[in-house]
């Protein structure tokens, strides 16, 4: 089984995340399907149907949930950074539209791009890996090629 690259904070949310589910998560569901049956008739009951799809796709997180912990590979803090790495932040200037950015390069499964976390393995990532202030890097986005130059690393 393929490993999950995960900061030791995304590690102790999904963990979290895990208990809450587990726990509350449950209790509620159990209690919507249980009010659901004092309703009668299984067969027309449609907060019964609905009771049980939430119960599945409860159960179904939760399984996702204990795959990524078990799976999980903790990136290492990093205390200094010289080139670009997990867990660092990027600031590059994007040559062909003259705006700065900063991202911060994460694992796949903790991904957020909107909230300009990237992928090590997304074309942007990849092409910024162990490159250092200075450098100028091209990638292949969904959107064309874009030209970056990076400005700056920070922890």
């Known amino acids: 089984?393929?490993?999950f690259k995960l900061t030791k904070v995304r590690y102790e949310e999904i963990?979290?995340?895990?208990y809450t589910l587990q726990?509350?998560?449950e209790k509620e569901v159990a209690?919507?399907?249980k009010e659901a049956r004092s309703f009668g008739d299984l067969s027309e009951n449609s907060e019964y149907d609905e009771a049980k799809n939430e119960q599945g796709k409860l159960y179904s997180r939760i399984a996702e949930l204990k795959d990524l912990i078990d799976n999980a590979e903790i990136i290492q803090e990093i205390?200094?950074?010289e080139h670009v790495a997990l867990g660092a932040s990027v600031t590059v200037l994007n040559h062909s539209t003259n705006a700065e950015k900063t991202y911060r390069i994460v694992g796949t499964r903790e991904a957020d791009p909107r909230n300009l976390k990237l992928s090590e393995e997304s074309p942007i990532g990849?092409?910024?890996m162990e490159h250092k202030p200075g450098d100028i890097?091209?990638?292949e986005t969904p959107d064309g090629p874009v030209e970056l130059e990076i400005i700056k690393l920070e922890v």
């Open 137 to 139: 890097v091209k990638a």
């Open 31 to 33: 209690e919507k399907i």
């Open 15 to 18: 963990q979290a995340e895990l």
């Open 23 to 25: 726990t509350e998560g």
């Open 126 to 128: 990849k092409a910024l």
């Open 79 to 81: 205390s200094a950074v």
């Open 1 to 3: 089984m393929a490993k």
